[in-house]
């Protein structure tokens, strides 16, 4: 069974930055379809951003422009690169991986069968 784990999240102003990591414990986890995720209180989990067997991304449209998804196989590790951080981009943010090889970078939690277990990003005014 693999195992995802995060890291990087903090506190950080307005207008920060932030870079999320996931570090899978079977390598080619990182070549199926993957997530980022949020949740924030008293709301349902979202997906922020994903990336496909083939590269191919998606994002959310709040996260358009400013986060972005990648990975580095040399380190088995998926990335979310977060800039111009709002108060709105509070939440845990978790990573997912959907356990097989696919070709359309879907932003539904319930297409994602493997979870980390999350790391807080605070984002103050």
């Known amino acids: 069974r693999v195992q995802l784990a995060e890291s990087g999240g903090g506190s950080v102003q307005s207008g920060g930055s932030l870079r999320l990591s996931c570090a899978a414990s079977v390598y080619s986890y990182l070549f199926f379809c993957m997530g980022w995720f949020r949740q924030a209180p008293g709301k349902e989990r979202e997906g922020v951003a994903a990336i496909d067997s083939a590269g191919s991304t998606g994002y959310v449209d709040a996260a358009k422009g400013r986060f972005t998804i990648s990975r580095d196989s040399a380190k088995n590790t998926l990335y979310l690169e977060m800039h111009s951080l709002k108060p709105d981009d509070t939440a845990i943010y978790y990573c997912?991986?959907?356990?097989?090889?696919?070709?359309?970078?879907?932003?539904?939690?319930?297409?994602?069968?493997?979870w980390g277990q999350g790391t807080q990003v605070t984002v103050t005014a």
């Open positions: 997912a991986s959907n356990g097989r090889t696919c070709y359309f970078p879907s932003l539904s939690p319930s297409d994602y069968n493997y």
